[in-house]
């Protein structure tokens, strides 16, 4: 019987445990472990790092680990490369499934970046009131511009953060566009800082900034290696079942 290894930590990769289970596979998920309180599963998980790229082709080895599906989050580069490099040396199938990152719209005022370093720099030098739609790791480059207020969303509120001006909102998405628009108004926000992340779940704080005529630094993808990767649950299902990627 074939054994999955389903990386973690995102919508998708909760969607496809529920599929996986409901078919009887073998998988378990696996948690980097950044979350203190994390989803219920409908399958096996495990939690913690592997110790990098020949740390995860032991644990595939030992295992007896088949299929390594990469379903983290399109910012987790790291794990993504080990997961292209462990499977290759454990000779185990691997498939990625991601997110189309999101498209500018009309109406929309983005800022394009390459990295936290370069929303700060977006920023200014003046006092503004941002929303840092990032998550906790993230965020500690922005001390370096203590001058502005921020607005925060996590989670859970382990670990206060280190920047003098700031109010944090603890809350899990999906997150709907009143609720956006509402936040966003509360805190007479004027800029937007978020990741590139793709999906339903946080798209609502885009279409908030475009109706209230808000910039957005919107920072890009980070570099993967190229690798087979998928946007939907039932693909997986597909190449698990019939060895091929089909319908990208
Ligand atoms: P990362 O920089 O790519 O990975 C750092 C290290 O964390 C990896 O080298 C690995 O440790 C461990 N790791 C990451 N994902 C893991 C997993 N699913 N299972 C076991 N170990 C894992 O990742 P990150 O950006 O810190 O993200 C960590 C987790 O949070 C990911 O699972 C991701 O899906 C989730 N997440 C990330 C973001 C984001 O914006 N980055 C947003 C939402 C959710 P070893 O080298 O020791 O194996």
């Known amino acids: 019987m074939r054994h999955i290894l389903l990386l973690g930590g995102t919508t998708e990769a909760s969607m496809l445990a529920t599929a996986l289970a409901e078919r009887g596979e073998r998988a378990v998920l696996s948690y980097a472990g950044r979350t203190e309180a994390p989803r219920a599963q ?13 740390g995860l082709a032991d644990h595939l080895r030992r295992g007896g680990v088949t299929h390594l599906v990469d379903a983290t989050h399109p910012f987790a580069a790291r794990i993504s490369a080990n997961a292209i490099a462990a499977a290759d040396l454990a000779g185990v199938k691997l498939l990625a499934l991601t997110r189309p990152a999101w498209e500018a719209c009309p109406g929309d005022h983005w800022i394009r970046v390459a990295d936290t370093k370069g929303a700060v720099a977006a920023l200014g030098m003046d006092p503004i009131r941002v929303f840092l739609a990032l998550g906790r790791q993230t965020i500690g480059d922005f001390a370096e511009a203590p ?11 382990a670990m206060p953060p280190a920047l003098p001006r700031h109010h944090l909102v603890v809350d899990r998405g999906p997150f709907s566009l009143a609720g956006e628009l509402a ?26 900034a475009r109706e209230l005529g808000l910039p957005v630094v919107m920072i890009d993808r980070p570099f ?24 990208v």
Not at 147 to 157: E, G, K, N
Not at 188 to 207: F, P, S
Not at 232 to 246: C, E, F, K, P, Y
């Open 42 to 54: 409908a399958i096996p998980t495990r939690i913690g790092g592997f110790g990098g790229v020949q």
């Open 147 to 157: 001058q502005h207020f921020y607005l925060l969303r996590f989670v859970d509120a």
């Open 183 to 208: 936040l966003l108004r509360e805190h007479r926000i004027e800029v937007i800082v978020a990741k590139n992340a793709g999906g339903a779940g946080a798209r609502a704080k885009l279409d908030a």
């Open 224 to 247: 993967i290696p190229d690798r087979p990767q998928v946007g939907r649950v039932a693909q997986v299902l597909d190449w698990l079942d019939h060895g091929v990627v089909r319908g």
